[in-house]
């Protein structure tokens, strides 16, 4: 082998050595170059050029190195190799340089840009030599184009904004140093061209950085961008305090929501990727400090403690209040007026159509009123001594069961007598021993307390998976975050939206003791034998008021959980205890004036699973799938309809093999042989209304086929509620019954809520029905204390709204409290 000689001008020198394989010479060529030069040249395989370069590196600062090829050759038969030999380094590329993208099509691009790595250097300044190597296996000259040239703002300043372009085939990065007394930084790129679809990284300071398609996703953090891109990061997961900032262009527009390109017809054709330039812009800013963290949850602490504060105040006053009311009551010498001015009561008003002198049956109005007259002596409370009611209060539950009421066949007679009246109160509907209700409707909050356990554990241990499969493997594009708004804390990547779901575990916290000492004064009262408490007011049944208490905090839980990774995989998580919510409220509002014949706990509770069971189907096969939609939307007409059949006949029919017969003896009777109206008006009219709303439902989701089924369902469930909880108002405001002040206050305050919270939550910071990509173009940044988000302040405003709801339904019918139970109407 022959030895190196300098030579002057070019300083080229030149190596031949004998290749007995090859049969020939090749020729070796070093050429000492210069920076911002452009070198044309033709390499064949019979020689190799090598590019000598030197730089200096000092510790204190980095100098970006960019090294540009061209091939100017259009039918090159092989590629051009090119390695560019470092200190510490080797980075190795073709051109033209194929890249791959779904289903094995391939890219050819003729122009390449990399970006080389600068790894830290100890020494104050140090002259390096790096050497590009050039060389082919093509017999025929390939000509080409090399330019290295210096990277102007190779390291991104804190709140400066860089501009640059990028390629498939021509990647960029950047490095940044964290600044003293910094320790989180927020990395922003953004871009005025939905497409090409791009990828933003960020990678430690270490060879080789990874910068292309194929493996910018090998290490660090990354995610895919249309217009934004955005990750937070910490000090103390870099350990050399910096960071590279690496953007790559995609191939395809794919995994952005992108249009699929055409699958080659040839296995082996190289498509035209066309322009893919995109031109972004990249900045990075401080993130927040832990004063801010500080306030955040000082703040979200003190809005709903002084719920508790408001709480205790109004206890107090209503407790002042009371023992006024029951000192006049024990004053011998208040007049009759006075006495009843202090009892609250009031005339209920009958009916504006009817009263009680007039009431009718499915029979006839003479047949009811003597089958009443000669059954109201021995049944029900009505008659009942207070001496025989504490009596039996006394009596063990094992004792006595629901079933000893109703399966007696007397019994069963005198309910489809009492149950068909036209006009019902409601001792009509609480007949039934108060034990046996108290123990069936106890039963609500013990099985949602043991769903709610074995529903939560998994759930629990499912998101620490995602959370843990995204900080290991940083694909950011698992989790649907707003990440313009999105504090780290720990192992949590967006901590803001996780506190502030605290509001529906504090507020159901509260909303249970309020119901707790709602539940003691009314058992103290039961002891004492008030005849208040005993037959007077809506029956007192405390269970479901427990079973809403839990399902809210469960629901806060329960989001918290899916907003550690929230995708559409888990979105069930938010959305399953809103179902049981609606479905309880909308219970308890029935259970109101018909105690005795609300569903169980174990059909209502089976009900809303089946529910959720339909939730999972849509979220899994619903999107797009017609004939899913087609079975959903005729399940959801049937439903409505036998629940209508249910609501108006008050339970007292049977769906067997008699069912058509009759109904068709039904339409003989009351629409051929004689046209006769509705019997019960009242109800007919909410469950026409309730009808068209559902029809209407399911007529919309089966044509627009909506791909967020699960809020889909959940509309549906509100909308129900809303119209049955606007019935409710309305008859008991046409009963002549009246709204006491604080319960008009809950419905004043939680409409406003809402309508506050509703604007929020449509708002939209980001959606997984898009790709990631699509998905961040929605982020916004933080509007409240520059750590919460619009989506955390629908969770603010959303737990005092469902609060305010749940008051609501506690405190509305608190001016029956001193009316008899035979005054109070039911609908």
């Keep these: 082998m022959l030895e190196f000689c300098c030579v002057p ?52 600062k980095t100098e970006g190195v960019r090294v540009s090829v061209e091939l100017l050759s259009e039918s090159a038969v092989s590629p051009v190799l090119f390695v560019v030999r470092q200190k510490q380094a080797v980075l190795s590329f073709q051109v033209p340089l194929i890249l791959r993208g779904l289903y094995q099509r ?134 050399s305090n910096s ?71 109004v206890a107090c006053v209503e407790n002042k209040r009371m023992n006024r009311k029951r000192e006049g009551l024990l004053n011998p010498d208040a007049s009759p007026a006075e006495t009843a001015s202090l009892l609250g009561k009031a005339p209920v008003s009958p009916y504006e159509y009817g009263s009680f002198a007039d009431n009718g049956s499915t029979l006839s109005s003479e047949a009811v009123t003597d ?4 059954t109201d002596g021995n049944y029900g409370y009505m008659d009942r001594s207070l001496e025989s009611v504490a009596r039996s209060r006394h009596e063990s539950l094992s004792s006595v069961e629901e079933d000893d009421y109703d399966t007696l066949a007397d019994i069963d007679s005198d309910k489809n007598i009492v149950r068909t009246k036209k006009f019902l109160c409601v001792s009509d509907l609480a007949r039934k021993d108060k034990r046996i209700l108290s123990k069936k409707y106890q039963i609500y909050f013990w099985n949602i307390a043991t769903i709610a356990v074995f529903y939560a554990l998994p759930v629990i241990q499912l998101v620490i998976t995602y959370q843990t499969v995204v900080n290991v493997t940083g694909n950011q594009d698992i989790c649907y975050y707003n990440f313009l708004c ?29 119901v707790l000492q709602r539940d003691i004064l009314h058992n103290r009262a039961l002891e004492r034998n008030e005849n208040t408490a005993l037959e007077c007011g809506i029956p007192k049944h405390f269970g479901l ?83 899913f939609w087609i079975v959903f939307s005729v399940i959801h007409i049937l439903a409505t309809m036998l629940l209508s059949t249910q609501l108006y006949y008050m339970g007292r029919w049977r769906l067997n093999s008699g069912i058509l017969r009759r109904i068709l003896y039904v339409i003989y009777t009351d629409c051929i042989r004689q046209c006769s109206g509705p019997m019960y008006i009242d109800r007919m009219v909410l469950l026409v209304m309730g009808n068209i709303v559902n029809w209407s439902l399911a007529a919309y989701g089966l044509i627009k086929r909506p791909n967020d089924f699960a809020s889909y ?45 509703l604007f929020f939550f449509f708002q939209g910071l980001s959606t997984w029905q898009k790709t990631p990509a699509e998905s961040r ?44 139970r035979d005054k109070i109407y039911v609908f």
């Design 371 to 374: 089958s009443l007259a000669s």
């Design 713 to 757: 369902l959940l509309a549906i469930a509100i909308c129900n509620l809303l119209l049955y909880f606007a019935f409710y108002i309305i008859m008991k405001l046409r009963s002549g019954e009246r709204i006491q002040c604080l319960a008009l206050v809950c419905i004043l305050f939680t409409a406003v809520v809402w309508g506050f919270a």
């Design 486 to 514: 999105a504090h780290p804390l720990g192992a949590l990547s967006s901590f803001n939206n996780i506190l502030s779901n605290l509001g529906y575990v504090m507020l159901g916290l509260l909303f249970l003791l309020i």
């Design 243 to 313: 960071f590279y900032v690496v953007v790559v262009v995609k191939t395809e527009d794919e995994a952005c929501g992108g249009p699929l390109r055409f699958y080659p017809l040839l296995p082996d054709e190289l498509l035209d990727a066309g322009n893919r330039s995109k031109t972004l812009d990249v900045i990075v800013s401080p993130a927040i400090n832990s004063e801010v963290y500080v306030m955040g949850m000082l703040f979200c602490l003190g809005i709903f403690l002084s719920f508790y504060l408001l709480t205790f105040l």
């Design 777 to 820: 173009e929605h982020n916004r940044e933080c509007i409240l204390l520059s750590f919460f988000d619009d989506h955390d302040i629908w969770h603010f405003l959303s737990s005092i709204a469902m609060f305010g709801s749940f008051l609501v339904l506690l405190t509305m019918d608190d001016d029956l409290d001193t009316v008899q």
């Design 545 to 627: 008021y427990y079973a809403m208490g839990t399902a809210l905090m469960m629901e806060g839980l329960l989001s918290a959980c899916y907003h550690v990774c929230p995708n559409y995989t888990n979105f069930q998580f938010d959305t399953s205890f809103m179902y049981m919510i609606a479905g309880l409220c909308m219970l308890k509002l029935y259970q109101k004036r018909h105690p005795d014949i609300n569903a169980s706990a174990y059909s209502a509770y089976a009900c809303l699973a089946a529910v959720i069971f339909f939730s999972v189907l849509g979220v899994v096969f619903g999107k797009g799938n017609t004939a």
């Design 106 to 239: 391939k890219y050819q691009y003729t122009q390449v840009g990399r970006t080389l790595c600068q790894p830290p250097t100890k020494a104050v300044a140090e002259t390096q030599f790096f050497y590009v190597d050039v060389s082919t296996l093509s017999s025929a000259g390939i000509h080409y184009q090399l330019r290295v040239s210096r990277v102007d703002s190779f390291t991104l300043q804190t709140d400066k904004k860089f501009s640059f372009n990028a390629t498939p085939s021509q990647p960029q990065f950047f490095k940044y140093v964290f600044p003293d007394g910094v320790d989180t930084v927020i990395v922003k790129v953004n871009s005025q061209k939905n497409f090409p679809c791009s990828v933003m990284s960020i990678q430690d300071i270490q060879c080789p950085v990874y910068d292309l398609d194929n493996n910018v996703a090998f290490i660090g953090m990354y995610q895919t961008m249309t217009t934004t891109a955005a990750i937070t990061v910490q000090r103390k997961d870099f350990p």
């Design 9 to 60: 001008g070019w300083l080229v020198l030149m190596l031949v050595c004998w290749s007995p394989a090859a049969g020939g010479t090749n020729m070796v060529i070093q050429r000492d170059a210069q920076f911002d030069m452009t070198y044309d040249d033709t390499v064949t395989s019979d020689n190799q050029t090598i590019y000598s370069y030197n730089h200096t590196v000092s510790r204190n």
